[in-house]
């Protein structure tokens, strides 16, 4: 019997042996001896040029941040990624050949964190300097740059899979805000598609600033006496708010007592239980019971609570049943995902946008006198007013776009008398979240609520710059037909907008003043196709 074949097994394995350790060496030659594209150059200066060839303006960027700050503050690599070059012998080399290597360094304190970034989701973040702590292992960049990596202090993860699988986009990128700080940058314009061929602009935005972020994270880090990084989640874990939580089947007031989101200014039962019913990041939806809550799902809904309120209020009154908020599409992490607007200061100072205006001014008024009086019997209030807290969608209607600001308060059952001083976990480290290192402060009493507060902050803010000139002044002359008829509301308009915004004026004439104010701005509104909101309606009907 030939045996032959046996022998030359041995001799097969040794050849196939030998060509790995031929390729290794090869990859630590070019490794070495001979940057690859992408690769970082360093200067004398302690700074970075990362992949230069492949991002082009993207690493001056880089670049001058390292310089500046001595470590990144923002994920530049998706930049990167997202403009770079695939190599021929990388595609070879790889086992996927839609792999992209690139290496970025930046200092940081006090250690320097070497990031390898990759064209595929599955990104990977080693540290490299001083030796890592025990709890600290690789992350993904993903995973750090959404705040997956401080689960379950976060909002939640039901959108995290379009995020994954690259059917939501960042436009940041490639529309830098150059007047706002990088620490201080909170929300980023982005795309969403659920079919990989219509995409729909929305709004990623994290529940606060990275720098409000990152300070909550060492305040709660140093409440039990670590300096250095921490377990968020295991610190909140063992706080008595939540573990009064976890023990209960029910949203309780006293559970919420305390925190500075204005939702929860006056909390009563039937306000909570709505909460509970609408929160969209567990499985099963609907029931005011938190049995079907994990131990995970309660910190998430507590954490949410006490930092930014507005993903609770865009699920508690959804546009799909008159309400005037964008959808609510989800959130990954500490990022939150909502439909896209135009903001409102687009339309200041242009005569020819003076009609538009007028349309907007109507609809304020509308939407505030509809939080305040709905069939649910919950009061919607303004606590401040922003610019940016409303926005125009494509058929110009008006939108909340910020709900971070909006109390609520129960007209059915009411809210308790306000205690002379706090009680229950009014001073624990949740009642502090989000406000980074300014001192916490307690909300005034809700019998302080006015039914024409939000009224007067429309009437002090906004409607003035919408219907009025730079000198106070109604128009002169308005591009619009019956010019004659806008002319005789010169002296009205700008006289019942000082006593709308008169907080000393009674509320029947504040509201009166409202009334009068709408009855002259409802027949000036333009009717034509651009306004699809309202229109053929708006011709056939004077309603709308």
């Not at 060839?53 to 990624?81: D, K, N, S, V, Y």
């Not at 909002?155 to 690259?166: E, F, Q």
């Not at 995970?296 to 809904?301: E, F, M, P, S």
């Not at 209020?313 to 546009?319: A, D, R």
């Amino acid at each position: 019997m030939d045996h032959s074949h046996y022998e030359r097994q041995p001799h097969w394995k040794e050849r196939k042996k030998e060509r790995e350790r031929e390729r290794d060496r090869e990859r630590e030659r070019e490794r070495g001896d001979k940057p690859a594209e992408g690769a970082e150059t360093k200067h004398a200066d302690g700074g970075s040029e990362v992949c230069s060839a492949a991002c082009g303006p993207c690493a001056q960027q880089i670049t001058a941040e390292c310089r500046a700050h001595g470590r990144c503050l923002q994920p530049w690599a998706l930049c990167c990624t997202a403009v770079g070059v695939w190599s021929s012998k990388e595609r070879r080399k790889e086992p996927r050949p839609w792999r992209q290597r690139t290496t970025k360094t930046c200092l940081s304190e006090p250690e320097i964190v070497k990031m390898t970034w990759w064209r595929h989701p599955s990104t990977v973040v080693e540290a490299a300097g001083t030796p890592p702590a025990p709890q600290q292992k690789a992350l993904s960049l993903q995973r750090a740059f959404l705040g997956l990596d401080k689960c379950n202090a976060c909002v939640g993860t039901s959108i995290c899979k379009k995020l994954m699988k690259d059917q939501i986009r960042f436009d940041w990128w490639m529309f830098p805000d150059t007047t706002l700080p990088l620490a201080e940058k909170k929300s980023f314009p982005g795309n969403l598609t659920d079919d990989s061929l219509n995409w729909r602009p929305v709004v990623l935005s994290f529940l606060s600033s990275p720098r409000l972020h990152s300070s909550s994270d060492r305040s709660i880090c140093r409440s039990v006496g670590r300096q250095g990084p921490c377990s968020i989640e295991a610190i909140l874990r063992v706080t008595p708010r939540f573990q009064s939580l976890n023990q209960s089947h029910l949203l309780l007031p006293h559970i919420v007592k305390g925190l500075a989101p204005p939702l929860l200014r006056c909390p009563s039962q039937r306000l909570l239980d709505r909460v509970v019913r609408r929160y969209a990041e567990v499985v099963d939806v609907g029931s005011v019971q938190m049995k079907h809550f994990s131990e995970r799902d309660k910190l998430r809904l507590l954490y949410t609570l006490a930092v930014n309120q507005q993903p609770l209020i865009l699920q508690m009154f959804p546009g799909t049943e008159g309400w005037p908020f964008p959808r609510y599409q989800g959130s990954c992490g500490r990022l939150m995902v909502w439909a896209s607007s135009r903001p409102l200061w687009g339309l200041y100072g242009s005569s020819r946008e003076f009609v538009q205006r007028l349309d907007v001014a109507y609809q304020l008024l509308q939407i505030t006198q509809g939080l305040g009086h709905n069939s649910l019997g919950f009061l919607l209030y303004y606590t401040r007013l922003g610019e940016d807290m409303f926005g125009l969608l494509d058929d110009q209607r008006v939108f909340i776009t910020d709900a971070s600001s909006i109390g609520v308060i129960d007209l059915e059952q009411g809210f308790p008398p306000d205690p002379p001083s706090q009680t229950g976990f009014g001073g624990d480290i949740f009642s502090c979240l989000g406000q980074g290192a300014s001192p916490c402060h307690r909300s005034p009493p809700c019998s302080s609520v006015r039914p024409t507060q939000s009224l007067t902050l429309l009437c002090t803010a906004l409607l003035p710059r919408l219907l009025l000139t730079e000198r106070g002044t109604w128009p002169t002359r308005l591009p619009m037909e019956g010019e004659a008829e806008a002319g005789k509301l010169a002296k009205d308009v700008p006289l019942l907008l000082g006593v709308c915004a008169d907080p000393s004026q009674p509320d029947w004439r504040i509201m009166a003043a409202v009334g009068s104010l709408m009855d002259l701005l409802k027949p000036m509104r333009p009717c034509n196709p651009h306004y699809t909101y309202r229109y053929p309606e708006c011709r056939y009907n004077q309603d709308y």
